[in-house]
């Protein structure tokens, strides 16, 4: 059974300040990752989608990583802003989709 | 373009009371799901759908029945509400299992 970790929990940073946020997971058959963004109530927003064939994505000041040999894959934020303040999931697809628990991001001004 | 929609978004149920959470997308998307969420458990998979007529189990499907008539449309029932289904319900749709996934709003569900 996939099992999808999300290291740290919650993490506190100045604002300006480049960050990391972590995931890794159990089985490396996946077809692709995916990092998403959840604002407290709503629903989720899709950042990014690496398929497996892939080892990066960017968007802007975003740009995940996957290893799939390792099962892990990272989430960088450059110049962190207030408004990156969010929950961060990230989620596998093999047989079907598997959600970490997600990073509660808080950046201060 | 609305993208996917959910109604409601706040219910109360006793136990063993019926009902449908609805959800719909104007995108044309084949595939759609349904998850919950859970404080620290993350999103897990409750149905999902390759397209209509066709609906499979995820990995929480007990007490959850769905179907899929049209492609725009995708409702779960619950027929016995149980206190164990508190819970925020998500639907999202996609091209396909390996695409972007679009979420909907959520449905806030409390069983007492």
Known sequence: KQEVTQIPAALSVPEGENLVLNCSFTDSAIYNLQWFRQDPGKGLTSLLLIQSSQREQTSGRLNASLDKSSGRSTLYIAASQPGDSATYLCAVYNNDMRFGAGTRLTVKP | ?112
């Not at chain 2, 799901?33 to 998979?45: A, I, K, V």
């Not at chain 2, 492609?71 to 206190?83: G, V």
């Open chain 2, 1 to 112: 373009n609305a993208g996917v929609t959910q109604t409601p978004k706040f219910q109360v149920l006793k136990t063993g009371q019926s009902m449908t959470l609805q959800c719909a997308q104007d995108m044309n998307h084949e595939y759609m799901s349904w998850y919950r969420q859970d404080p620290g458990m993350g999103l897990r998979l409750i149905h999902y759908s390759v397209g209509a007529g066709i609906t499979d189990q995820g990995e929480v499907p007990n007490g959850y029945n769905v179907s899929r008539s049209t492609t725009e449309d995708f409702p779960l029932r619950l027929l016995s509400a149980a206190p164990s289904q508190t819970s925020v319900y998500f639907c999202a749709s996609s091209w396909s299992t390996t695409d972007t996934q679009y979420f909907g709003p959520g449905t806030r569900l409390t069983v007492l």
